[in-house]
């Protein structure tokens, strides 16, 4: 939703540069690992128009993007902009991309001269020079003493398929991780952290992330437990009959962490493909659960007729994921069992948040069920007053940027249910009911 806001063609607000609106719609992009969208929108900009903050974040699209000679079509504006030696470094990149590699020595001479550039960062640049028209460089990037990372090292190292150490991806954070997904250069055991990074962050969709699972089919090298996962997709897609195809499904829930949401998206289509049958409280909730985490809503309310397995125990979190997840109302709302799933911990709050947002339950209902939970469901701060505001006034754009601002807990569990009572509401009332509904069921899963 927020990629969707901020790839959309709007009117520059009143006193701003319009450069510098797409800077920062740009820059927000590349931190949230979305580098293919953040070039896409750097490159919709004439060169002539672009200001001083959108060459500086343009820079940075194009390293996230492992794109550095990309960087060619501004390079000279960039240096005009700005004294940072990265626009200098680009200029010898370029020429050498350009056959001229007398220039590009020159240039990568001089800034060594001047201390400009040094250690890792220059002997990348080397590299990726190395990599230019009738070039005769050869260079060796060693990484000892290397402690950060930055867009500059990654950028040129994926575009040189030199292989960063684990411990610097891992500094780096789950963004960084989202830009080498799409890095064709990297081999796709390398690749791997970076796409299931990319999934769990929305930047990879359900499809994109079975499709490269199922390109390590028939590779005699895997990662460790790839062949196990590989039989199991087989088996939830092209199972003999359906209890096989739920049984491959199976494997993957018994996997670790049963709710985690890679497990759910691999097998998103397999369930939403699969006939309604009888299946345990567990089953039905981790299909459900499968179908909401990829938007197959309209074949995740088919389940609500597996009544026996919603009403026990175990099919309590199924039963709350397609009471807020489904167009429209397919399971009896249980004032006595929605408040106990409240009292029981998370999942329980985040549930009746939701359904209260979504205007499900009010009134004697709602009070009772909020009895011990009490969450309270009154704008009281500035961003709560705020994002009601825009959605009385019905400004999408704005509510979307306004939930994804309420989202910024580090995790799921850190979410208050408070939060997601005003981000749901706010879209439901603008008109975005399936991203409200599909957020309130994710965030049931997810807690």
Known sequence: LLRRALLSNTDTPHGINGADWVAERVWMLVRMGEADAARSLVQSVDADQYSKRLYAVAMQAYLASADPVGLCSIQQGGA?????????????????FAAEQGRASAILNQTERRG?????????????????ADSRRSVKIEWDGVSLLTAWRYGLATAANVDIPAPLMAQAGSHVLAWQARAPMLSPTVRLPGVEAAARLGVFSSSAL?????????????????????AALREAYSG???????????????????????????VSRAAAALPVMDVNGADVSHLVAAMMSAGYDKSALRWASAADALGETDGTDGWAILAVGSPRMVVRIDTGRLKDYADAGQRGRMALAALAALGRIGGPSLTDANENAKIDLIARTRWQRAISAAATRGEKGTVAILAAVGMQAPSWSKMVPEHLYHIVSALHRVGLDPEARMIAAEAIMRS
Not at 210 to 230: H, I, N, S, T
Not at 241 to 255: E, F, K, P, Q, V
């Open 80 to 96: 005009s902009s700005s004294q940072s030696p990265g626009w200098r470094m680009a200029e010898a990149i370029c020429a050498s």
């Open 116 to 132: 400009d550039v040094t250690g890792i960062d220059y002997r990348l640049t080397e590299k990726i020079i190395g990599a230019g």
């Open 210 to 230: 079975v499709d490269f699972y199922a390109g390590f089919q028939g590779q005699e090298e895997m990662p460790d437990g790839m062949a196990d996962k590989l």
């Open 240 to 266: 003999t009959d359906a209890d096989d195809r739920l049984a491959g499904m199976r494997t993957l829930w018994s996997a670790g962490n049963s709710w985690d949401l890679l497990n759910l998206l691999s």
